[in-house]
């Protein structure tokens, strides 16, 4: 049962231009929804996160928007750079858990 | 802060064998998670807990995985017997509460079993 879906295992853009990455969710129960980067070898990290009373919020290139209705959210990171190549993972947080999908491999080509 | 630390960082063992994944959560935490990172699937949620109590089991592939959490500063997931689909990275995260804030991961173990 997947809960929290990203449909596209990659995506590569050129260095400067827009990264989207998105993620669809099927419980409408989630709280909070979040996105996660990860460099091989080491575990997730943070990125970024969303109140699902919100439908913005912004962190420097990183912006995530929430579409409740359409239950989905979207990664925007403006301008990429090479060093933002890793597998980013949407996750949704409900309850005492947190569900993810099974994340996009971003490449950003110089 | 060291962070969440796991142990081994890799292992190899051999069908049939006892696997024991260990981690050490950040000191204050009081929730700590395994999860296990596969190609198919991405990050799946095995068990978690709350203050060393199992609040839920449900994402346990069967009775061979077993986890514990003796006291607050220790988990152990175990695997036995272990079988070669069980090959994947296991992480472990621990967070100080739910919300905006996400889970802190350690760096995983790559099990291998051949």
């Known amino acids: 049962d997947q809960q929290v879906k990203q449909n596209s295992p990659s995506l590569s853009v050129q260095e400067g231009r827009i990264s989207i990455l998105n993620c669809d969710y099927t419980?409408?129960?989630?709280?909070?929804f979040l996105w996660y980067k990860k460099y091989p070898a080491e575990g997730p990290t943070f990125l970024i996160s969303?109140?699902?009373?919100?439908d913005k919020n912004e962190d420097g290139r990183f912006t995530v928007f929430l579409n409740k209705s359409a239950k989905h959210l979207s990664l925007h990171i403006v301008p990429s750079q090479p060093g933002d190549s890793a597998v980013y993972f949407c996750a949704a947080s409900g309850h005492n858990d947190m569900r993810f999908g099974a994340g996009t491999r971003l490449t950003v080509k110089p | 802060d060291a962070g969440v630390i796991q142990s081994p960082r890799h292992e190899v063992t051999e069908m049939g064998q006892e696997v024991t994944l260990r981690c050490k959560p950040i000191?204050?935490?009081?929730?700590l998670f395994w999860y296990r990172q596969t190609m198919m699937r991405g990050l799946e949620l095995l068990i978690y807990f709350n203050n060393n109590v199992p609040i839920d089991d449900s994402g346990m592939p069967e009775d061979r995985f077993s986890a514990k959490m003796p006291n607050a500063s220790f988990s152990t997931l175990k695997i036995q017997p272990s079988e070669p689909r069980d090959s994947a990275v296991y992480f472990c995260?621990?967070?100080?509460?739910?919300?905006?804030?996400?889970?802190?991961f350690g760096s995983g173990t790559r099990l291998t079993v051949v």
């Open positions: 969303i109140s699902s009373i919100k």
């Open positions: 000191s204050g935490h009081d929730y």
């Open positions: 995260a621990s967070s100080p509460s739910q919300g905006l804030y996400g889970y802190t």
């Open positions: 419980n409408s129960m989630f709280d909070y």
